[in-house]
């Protein structure tokens, strides 16, 4: 049947190809330069031919056998040592030949060994790996993000996705299987094509050949980066392997607060409900950093920041379908951060997988220099982070689209509104860090003053554009919380606000955090968007400085 022959030959790169064209038309000139002249002096040494050269296979083998009787040398294993020179013997004699022949078949082997040493394609290598990247929290700067020219107050979360590479060697090359233990149904079997598209540089095809429902950021993730490590490394094809995905527990609502790390749910990923700490960004950034870090070490998380977000985010927003702000992968790559987004014409550019030229496009944008803006940031010494998760869903992309097209219809009035929210914003990320830098005391009537103007603009702001931004279930939920407790200065619905999380800036006091999640466990008066009650759920994470990470293999 076409296309089935069991052989596949990979074509060779252009380095290889070229090498192997000059080393070829070098080695018959010199075989002709000789053949022209009569005779050639060697100076003989009593030194073993290399053991690697020892083995060379087909024309190196022969040419060696060749070169040994010319030197004198004999079989390996019957070497003797030349005999001492006489007076009367010239210094370099020409060792002959049986017959010319046999003195231009020598000539060959220098430029045969040489290239069987320099044009062999590098073996296929693999290396365990083990990659974490964070969760994140918006605290301020929601939908303003998404302009270049407005700041994204941006923290990393402690809640982290790891993905566990390791090798696979009863599995084909180039075929791929992630798994995730804490769900039903979730693995996922991918055969990589590196040619597979059928057009030129259109990089590689992926198809699922095994396991359960698609899963669109896996499988982009995976396709970007077989894509990108085949068309700008020598990997010819990639070594089986197994790719694992724990996500720690406050990704998901649990049903028991003293579940075990990475607890089983007992139900497939699309029936378990997020905590909207930012989990397809993480899972994507956590997933790629592992592949790169076990086909191309040099491209580790620790060693190629840029490489891999450049690489996460194209793969995210291909799985989105959309070039959102890139505000999560910057979180997960960077960690806590003042962030300013990037110019989305750089990854619309890419265009499509299988398209022609998609894989040289996509190389390019992995390589490029980005305009995005990226300032660390962190907590001062006595403040943290502390999030609670609402069961109440709100559509994130749809409030999106209704805001900015009250944006686009109002013109100047909605941006004086988003200028006021830039520069509280900015005053917020200004205040944490003067303090920070201080060392001293965090002027906690500053703090709590400074959100509760963000949150009234945020509230005018969804107003007059029709979004419930910060509903008023959460209005009422972070009052009552900052009233109640002592050492919460405050608190914000964060992102794009809706019914689905808050987040809280409390002293850093033991008694502080404990009182407040209990309060928040005892709330009972949440309504949620459908008229229902909602329970609210305080969470384990925290904020964090660190982006993605490697980790030690041995904790999974």
């Known amino acids: 049947m076409p296309g089935a022959h069991p052989i596949h030959v990979h074509p060779a790169r252009p380095f290889y190809r070229f090498s192997a064209t000059a080393l070829g038309a070098g080695m018959w000139f010199f075989i002709m330069y000789r053949a022209k002249k009569d005779g050639l002096h060697w100076n003989c040494g009593a030194g073993p031919v290399p053991r690697r050269l020892s083995h060379e296979p087909g024309g190196s083998a022969v040419a060696l056998s060749l070169l040994r009787r010319k030197w004198g040398c004999g079989d390996d294993t019957k070497r003797t040592p030349p005999p001492a020179p006489s007076q009367s013997s010239p210094p370099n004699p020409t060792p002959a030949f ?22 062999t394609p590098p073996p296929m290598s693999f290396t365990p790996s083990a ?39 009863a599995a084909p090359a180039n075929t791929i299987t992630v798994r995730s233990p804490q769900f039903q149904d979730a693995e996922w079997t991918y055969t990589i094509a590196p040619d597979g598209t ?127 702000s890139g505000f999560d992968v910057a979180a997960a790559v960077f960690g806590s951060c003042l962030y300013h987004r990037f110019r989305p014409g750089v990854l619309s550019a890419v265009g499509d997988p299988g398209s022609p030229g998609f894989a040289q496009r996509l190389c ?24 609670g998760d609402v069961d109440c869903g709100s559509s994130t992309p749809g409030m999106v689209r209704q805001v900015l097209a009250w944006r686009a219809a109002e013109g100047a009035a909605a941006q004086s509104r988003w200028d006021a929210l830039e520069v509280l914003n900015v005053g917020l990320a200004k205040l944490l860090e003067e303090a920070r830098a201080d060392g001293g005391a965090v002027d906690g009537a500053a703090v709590r003053g400074q959100l509760s103007a963000i949150r009234a603009q945020i509230r ?51 008694e502080t955090v404990r009182a407040l999640k209990e309060w928040l466990r005892g709330y009972k008066d949440f309504v949620g968007e459908t008229g229902h009650k909602g329970r609210v759920t305080p969470l384990e994470t925290r904020e964090e400085m660190e982006g993605v990470r490697t980790e030690d293999l041995a904790q999974y």
């Open 198 to 324: 059928g057009v030129a540089d259109g990089g590689a095809a992926v198809t699922q050949t095994a396991g359960g429902s698609k899963n669109p950021f896996v499988e982009t993730a995976v396709l970007y980066t077989a894509t990108y490590l085949l068309a700008s490394t020598s990997i010819a094809e990639l070594p089986g392997c197994t790719v694992t995905i724990y996500a720690d527990n406050d990704y998901y609502s649990q049903r028991t607060p003293d579940a075990p790390r990475f607890a089983p749910l007992g139900v497939p990923i699309s029936g378990a409900h997020k905590t909207g700490l930012g989990s397809s960004a993480a899972l994507v950034t956590s997933l790629v950093a592992c592949l790169l870090a076990s086909y191309a070490p040099a491209a580790a998380p620790t060693a190629a920041q840029n490489t891999v977000h450049n690489l996460a985010q194209a793969a995210h927003c291909a799985a989105q379908g959309k070039v959102g």
């Open 98 to 119: 049986d017959s010319p022949l046999e003195h231009h078949a020598a000539i060959i082997a220098i430029p045969t060994i040489i290239t069987s040493i320099i044009i």
């Open 131 to 169: 990659v974490s990247a964070p969760g994140k929290v918006l605290l301020a700067g929601g939908y303003l993000v998404l302009d270049a020219e407005y700041t994204g107050l941006v923290f990393a979360l402690s809640a982290r996705i790891h993905s566990v590479s390791r090798a696979a060697p």
């Open 364 to 387: 390019q944008a992995v390589g490029a220099q980005w305009d995005l803006k990226v300032q660390p940031v962190r907590l001062p010494a006595g403040l943290r982070l502390v999030m």
């Open 460 to 510: 005018a702001m969804g107003e007059q554009a029709g979004v419930h931004i910060e509903p008023g279930a959460q209005t009422q939920l972070l009052d009552a919380a900052t009233e109640a407790v002592e050492g919460v200065l405050g608190g914000v619905v964060p992102g794009a606000g809706g019914w689905d999380a808050v987040c809280f800036v409390c002293e850093d006091r033991e």
